[in-house]
């Protein structure tokens, strides 16, 4: 027989494996609805993004964006160190949040959500290359924001502290 603590243990894992499906399953919907997103790339062309980030000044992990926004008749060949270098400047990182109910409002107001740290050290380092993908599985409405039009429009902050291990 499981103990109390073992089934709530059980179930936070559950709500975590599938509120990581979900936002996945977002992510993908926004890539594929938007010509001109990619998926934020693997491997050694994740790489190469990163270090003409770094080199042109812009010192974040790779995990903190999910998507890069490429002008329309644009193709960027990520494998080419080159290429990434010469395309940067016109490269919109986006970061995509989810919501799966339909009571929220097609602006967002009145909804919560996280910003991790990492994500605001993004959004400051960034500017205005980075970008904020509100996606609302329910009701398909997608706006397009930012970091600081984010907390402008908060009505209050609560700093939080997750330890994870």
Not at 65 to 75: E, H, P
Not at 83 to 109: C, G
């Amino acid at each position: 027989m499981q103990q109390p603590l073992d089934l709530i243990n059980l179930k936070r894992e559950h709500v975590k494996r599938l509120a990581n499906q979900k936002g996945a399953a977002g992510e993908a919907e926004v890539l594929a609805a938007t010509v001109q997103y990619m998926a934020r790339p693997k491997g050694r062309a994740l790489d190469n993004l990163m270090a003409a980030l770094k080199e042109s000044g812009v010192v974040i992990k790779g995990s903190r964006f999910d998507a890069v926004a490429l002008l329309i008749d644009r193709v960027v060949d990520f494998t080419d160190a080159a290429a990434v270098k010469a395309n940067l400047p016109d490269m919109v990182f986006v970061e995509i949040k989810t919501a799966n109910q339909e009571r929220v409002r097609p602006d967002f107001s009145g909804f919560f959500f996280a910003l991790t740290e990492g994500e605001l050290v993004a959004s400051e380092a960034l500017g205005s290359r980075h970008r904020v993908m509100l996606l609302n599985n329910a009701t398909g409405t997608m706006p397009l924001t930012s970091v600081p039009e984010i907390l402008a429009r908060a009505r209050s902050t609560k700093w939080q502290v997750s330890v994870q291990r």
